[in-house]
T-cell receptor
């Protein structure tokens, strides 16, 4: 079946540095991908909608300059957390929409720890 | 704006018994999709079941079935013959069927989740 791969699964970075998380659709083309953040014991919070070849659509309250999203190809979207701080530590999940199957598939998620 | 409400933060069921998880939603749209996702401790989001609003028949997937009441905007999940592996966080989600340029309306709107424990 369709698979969405997210990398890295876990990353630790120093405060002030930037870290990039990749989301790939492995067997379908994804014109739309979504980035979520999940705090412990809470629901998924949509951060932004990533559209191939155009600018991402950010949800209210999400800093676009801090969470840079690039969707340069039909199979890859990246989320870059710039100038990371400890409060950015969280679980980040991506999902991708398969238009042919009209289904959204999720990546495995990425744990980010900023020290 | 659409909203999804799960009023049960935690539920518990005995192994082999049946449990029902509640979900209500609010929308002004007539055509949409509803989903139940399972998130085990691994955090991988797993699609459990999906319902198209235009279908009157309730969706069923093996031991999982839904009770879709469109007029009441209710979408409950019934798990029959509960197994230890069913223990997880369950999220109800809504997605519009409309597609506008850019695809932003295809986002999933999640409820707050219900943590299901299965007792042996």
């Amino acid at each position: 079946g369709a698979v969405v791969s997210q990398h890295p699964s876990r990353v630790i970075c120093k405060s002030g540095t930037s870290v990039k998380i990749e989301c790939r659709s492995l067997d379908f083309q994804a014109t739309t991908m979504f980035w979520y953040r999940q705090f412990p014991k809470q629901s998924l919070m949509l951060m932004a909608t990533s559209n191939e070849g155009s600018k991402a659509t950010y949800e209210q309250g999400v800093e676009k300059d801090k969470f840079l999203i690039n969707h340069a190809s039909l199979t890859l979207s990246t989320l870059t957390v710039t100038s990371a701080h400890p409060e950015d530590s969280s679980f980040y999940i991506c999902s991708a929409r398969d238009r042919e199957r009209n289904t959204i598939y999720f990546g495995e998620g990425s744990w980010l720890t900023v020290v | 704006a659409q909203t999804v409400t799960q009023s049960q933060p935690e539920m518990s069921v005995q192994e082999a018994e049946t449990v029902t998880l509640s979900c209500t939603y609010d929308t002004s749209e007539s055509d949409y999709y509803l989903f139940w996702y399972k998130q085990p401790p691994s955090r991988q989001m797993i699609l459990v079941i999906r319902q198209e609003a235009y279908k009157q028949q309730n969706a069923t997937e093996n031991r999982f079935s839904v009770n879709f009441q469109k007029a009441a905007k209710s979408f409950s999940l019934k798990i029959s013959d509960s197994q230890l592996g069913d223990a997880a966080m369950y999220f109800c989600a809504y997605r519009s069927s409309s597609y506008f340029y850019g695809g932003a309306t295809n986002k999933l709107i999640f409820g707050t989740g219900t943590l299901l424990a299965v007792q042996p």
